[in-house]
């Protein structure tokens, strides 16, 4: 009886044997028992390794190749992040492997579980005065916690503006990125709000507040009022100046023999058909 023993390479194992013409199965040693003339020899094969992908969350991954794969095979593994993540590294067998692209690309050498690890962006956001603004406080939360202009956010927060203008100052507008903001900014009817909130952020922004001196407008009634005669309470000469939101009283005395009352005429609109109108 002879010993026959194998040393395959490294990744290489017995496929079989063969004794005499005949394929036999054995592991790295075979006995065989010598009777007449014999040949034997060996044949080797790569190994087969197990490639297993494990799917991250917020995000997919495919490989070129699972399952059983040949020793010393290349395989591409590539991660798609789900919207508003981004691959942050990939785990090899429990060990953090970092690439520079969305791609890792490994040469199986041994049993290998890969699995991709996604992050949630983070997004710059600044914030402060207009350049043409008065001074004025404005601070900025991200659910609840204070934030400071410059720092990041999470993809999809919301981010609360709060600004705080001096004595009688006012909002005139908001701008995002430099474009004004058409639904909060002031106009003839609606006032521009104190506190601004940018919904979904999902990419950076610059968030800017216009504060200006409190408009002052004035009022005047008509010097030619046919069968009676208006006042303003307060005002002189049939003129006062009012600040924006400030409000006036005007007061209508008819002529003798003359009762009150048709219309207010407010800037060419019909206002009330009361005696007293307040603005």
């Given at each position: 009886k002879v010993t026959f023993t194998a040393?395959?390479?490294?990744?290489?194992e017995v496929d079989h044997w063969t004794v005499g013409g005949q394929t036999?199965?054995?592991?790295?040693?075979l006995d065989v028992t010598v009777v007449s003339n014999t040949t034997v020899s060996v044949t080797?094969?790569?190994?087969?390794?197990?490639?297993?992908?494990?799917q991250g969350a917020n995000g997919t991954a495919r490989a070129t190749q699972t399952g059983s794969v040949n020793a010393n095979t290349d395989v591409t593994f590539t991660a798609?992040?789900?919207?508003?993540?981004?691959?942050?590294?990939?785990?090899?067998?429990?060990?953090?492997?970092?690439?520079?692209?969305?791609?890792?690309?490994?040469t199986i050498t041994g049993d290998t579980r890969v699995q991709p690890v996604f992050e949630?962006?983070?997004?710059?956001?600044?914030?402060?005065?207009?350049?043409?603004?008065?001074?004025?406080?404005?601070?900025?939360?991200?659910n609840g916690v204070a934030l400071t202009s410059g720092s990041t956010v999470p993809y999809g927060s919301n981010v609360t503006f709060t600004v705080t203008p001096s004595g009688t100052d006012m909002v005139d507008s908001w701008s995002v990125n430099g474009q004004v903001d058409p639904e909060n900014?002031?106009?003839?009817?609606?006032?521009?709000?104190?506190?601004?909130?940018?919904?979904?952020v999902t990419s950076s922004k610059d968030i800017q507040v216009k504060v200006i001196d409190?408009?002052?407008?004035?009022?005047?009634?008509?010097?030619?009022?046919?069968?009676?005669?208006?006042?303003?309470?307060?005002?002189?000469?049939?003129?006062?100046?009012?600040?924006?939101?400030?409000?006036?009283?005007?007061?209508?005395t008819a002529k003798d023999v003359y009762h009150m009352f048709g219309s207010w005429i407010v800037n060419d609109t019909t206002l009330t058909d009361e005696k007293s109108a307040e603005l």
């Amino acid at each position: 009886k002879v010993t026959f023993t194998a040393t395959p390479e490294e990744h290489y194992e017995v496929d079989h044997w063969t004794v005499g013409g005949q394929t036999q199965n054995g592991g790295n040693t075979l006995d065989v028992t010598v009777v007449s003339n014999t040949t034997v020899s060996v044949t080797y094969k790569l190994k087969q390794y197990s490639v297993d992908l494990t799917q991250g969350a917020n995000g997919t991954a495919r490989a070129t190749q699972t399952g059983s794969v040949n020793a010393n095979t290349d395989v591409t593994f590539t991660a798609t992040p789900a919207m508003g993540y981004h691959l942050k590294n990939w785990l090899v067998n429990g060990e953090t492997r970092k690439t520079e692209t969305n791609s890792l690309e490994l040469t199986i050498t041994g049993d290998t579980r890969v699995q991709p690890v996604f992050e949630i962006d983070a997004l710059t956001v600044n914030y402060g005065l207009a350049s043409d603004s008065k001074q004025a406080r404005i601070q900025a939360t991200v659910n609840g916690v204070a934030l400071t202009s410059g720092s990041t956010v999470p993809y999809g927060s919301n981010v609360t503006f709060t600004v705080t203008p001096s004595g009688t100052d006012m909002v005139d507008s908001w701008s995002v990125n430099g474009q004004v903001d058409p639904e909060n900014k002031m106009t003839e009817t609606k006032d521009a709000e104190t506190i601004y909130t940018v919904t979904n952020v999902t990419s950076s922004k610059d968030i800017q507040v216009k504060v200006i001196d409190r408009p002052n407008y004035t009022v005047t009634v008509a010097d030619s009022i046919t069968n009676g005669s208006v006042s303003i309470v307060g005002g002189e000469n049939g003129t006062i100046t009012v600040p924006r939101n400030g409000s006036v009283t005007l007061k209508a005395t008819a002529k003798d023999v003359y009762h009150m009352f048709g219309s207010w005429i407010v800037n060419d609109t019909t206002l009330t058909d009361e005696k007293s109108a307040e603005l």
